[in-house]
């Protein structure tokens, strides 16, 4: 999992190529802190076919309203730099993050 600021995500997302999925979470944001282990560990086993990130935008916030991130948690998947499907808040469970991931990874 790499983690992302505001002055890497540009190049480490938005300049990518291929898949890559963006955690955005926030400091004191609960079901953020809940969900990450679960990315992380998806990291892990989707790892090689579709990049993982993660920013915290609670340090970023600029980036995150130019991203239209206005609650948490989001998760996010960018194709060629274009974001192409998100889950937020109560859509972004341990399950529908995983079905969303195994998806674009079927696609690569």
């Known amino acids: 999992m790499l983690e992302v600021d505001k002055s890497t995500f540009e190049a ?3 300049q990518a190529e291929g898949y890559v999925l963006v ?3 926030g400091d004191g944001c609960v079901p953020c802190q809940a969900l990450m ?4 560990d998806m990291g892990d ?3 090689d ?3 993982f990130t993660a920013l915290n935008t609670t340090k970023a916030r600029r980036v995150a309203i130019g991203q ?3 609650g948490l948690p989001v998760i996010a998947i960018y194709k060629d730099g274009e974001k192409v499907e998100e889950l937020v808040k109560e859509d972004a469970t341990k399950e529908a993050v995983e079905e969303m991931v195994k998806k674009y990874y079927a696609m690569v």
């Open 12 to 14: 480490e997302v938005l």
């Open 49 to 51: 076919k579709i990049k």
């Open 68 to 70: 239209k991130v206005m």
């Open 45 to 47: 086993v989707y790892g």
């Open 37 to 40: 282990p679960h990315v992380h």
């Open 23 to 25: 955690d955005f979470y």
